[in-house]
Structure formats: structure tokens, C-alpha cells
């Protein structure tokens, strides 16, 4: 059974970057069949897909256009986590950030992590 | 990107009754090439993530009741709740994963008349 544990601070100033974590468990960051997501749910924007990596033979992104000039999702496989960083954030990126597998071989989001509620405020 | 645009944005059903939910892709989701339509439904209880209900559109999800099925194809889809109960209470979406960026409708919002 796959679970992601997310991890990362709640509280991010104006301008700085907000950097979550998630770890996983009973699959790995580097399978050939999965890819690994961050979604954000805010009441202004709904649910937005932010992100994926995957490994094939090599690594590769897709990042939504909306931050794809702020966003950076970086695998480690050594311990089978991924993370989010958004730079120069302010209040609109104020929402629940969510990690998600994307579904080998298929594309449906599942399992989801708990979520983390990120405040952007000074 | 692929507009998904659900209707209604909220809906009150009594128990018992039918609920149908509808989700419009701006573009095609069908893939040709294995026919199949790359759609989703959730489902999202307050404080929780979305939960997979039915994907490829009409497949449902292991362990998901059999009153949830989903139908469509193309651009069109629906989801239909055959007799609501009152743990159906909850927030719908859908979501293509025809390509990226994946995008997700504005939900709607599923209640007790």
C-alpha cells in the first residue's frame, strides 16, 4: 500500500520560498511506471495541478504555466522523497498543497498526502 | 490546457433520489489510439484529499459503491449517484489526464435537500 507523508513549515514570508517534502512509501521515486505530483487547493483557485516528475531513463518535469517560472520538483531517491520549492511567493499562493502519485501507467492522481495548509504572510 | 467546466456548482438531492453531476472538457479526452477517455471523478470529504471514484470515465474504483458510475466520452461526462445517501455529502471533481498540465473542474457541491 502507497502512503506520502508530507512535511514542511505552514508559515512562508512574502518573496521567500516555500519548500514542502514527501516521503513515500511503498513505491519509489524512481519507478518507471509512476510519476510524482504537487496540487494546490485554495478558495480562489480550486484544485490546480502545479507539477510532476517521473523517471523513464532519465528524469523529466512538467510544471503548470501558471508557476512554471517559480516552481522547481526535485526527486531523492536516496530517501525516496520528492519536494516543491516556489520562489518569490506572495499571499495568492496561500492554500493546501497536496503530493500525489500520479497512477503507473494510467494518469489518475492516488494516492494523495494528507496535505499541508501554507500561509504566505508577514 | 484543457478547461474542464462542471455543472452545477452545487446541487441538493434528498435522500434516496438521483444526483448527476457534469463535467465539460474544452477539448477532446478520448486518446485514439486506445480508445479510452482520460477522466476522472474524486470525491472530498472536509479535511481530506480527493479520493478516486471512477477513472477512464466510467471505470470505477476498487471498493467504490456500485450507486457511483460514471459515463461520457469525448467532451461530455457525467457522474451519477443512483440513490444518495448521507455519506455522499461531498465535493465532486473531475480531472483530465489527457495531458499536462492536468486540470481539474471548480467542483460541485453535493448536499441534502
Known amino acids: 500500500q502507497v502512503q506520502l507523508q508530507q512535511s514542511g513549515p505552514g508559515l512562508v514570508k512574502p518573496s521567500q520560498t516555500l519548500s514542502l517534502t514527501c516521503a513515500i512509501s511503498g513505491d519509489s521515486v524512481a519507478s518507471k511506471s509512476a510519476a510524482w505530483s504537487w496540487i494546490r487547493q485554495s478558495p480562489s483557485r480550486g484544485l490546480e495541478w502545479l507539477g510532476r516528475t517521473y523517471y523513464r531513463s532519465k528524469w523529466s518535469y512538467d510544471f503548470a504555466p501558471s508557476v512554471k517560472s517559480r516552481i522547481t520538483i526535485t526527486p531523492d531517491t536516496s530517501k525516496n522523497q520528492f519536494s516543491l520549492h516556489l520562489s518569490s511567493v506572495t499571499p495568492e499562493d496561500t492554500a493546501i498543497y497536496f503530493c500525489?502519485?500520479?497512477?503507473?501507467?494510467?494518469?489518475?492522481?492516488?494516492?494523495w498526502g494528507p496535505g499541508t495548509l501554507v500561509t504566505v504572510s508577514s | 490546457d484543457i478547461v474542464m467546466t462542471q455543472s452545477p456548482d452545487s446541487l441538493a438531492v434528498s435522500l434516496g433520489e438521483r444526483a448527476t453531476i457534469n463535467c465539460k472538457s474544452s477539448q477532446t479526452v478520448l486518446y485514439s489510439s486506445d480508445n479510452k477517455n482520460y477522466l476522472t471523478w474524486y470525491q472530498q470529504k472536509p479535511g481530506q484529499p480527493p479520493k478516486v471514484l471512477i477513472y477512464?470515465?466510467?471505470t470505477r474504483e476498487s471498493g467504490v459503491p456500485d450507486r457511483f458510475s460514471g459515463s461520457g466520452s469525448g467532451t461530455d461526462f457525467t457522474l451519477t449517484i443512483s440513490s444518495l445517501q448521507a455519506e455522499d455529502v461531498a465535493i465532486y471533481y473531475c480531472?483530465?489526464?489527457?495531458?499536462?498540465?492536468?486540470?481539474f473542474g471548480q467542483g460541485t457541491k453535493l448536499e441534502i435537500k
Open positions: 477512464w470515465a466510467s
Open positions: 500525489a502519485r500520479v497512477k503507473p501507467l494510467a494518469g489518475w492522481l492516488d494516492p
Open positions: 480531472q483530465q489526464y489527457y495531458n499536462a498540465p492536468y486540470t
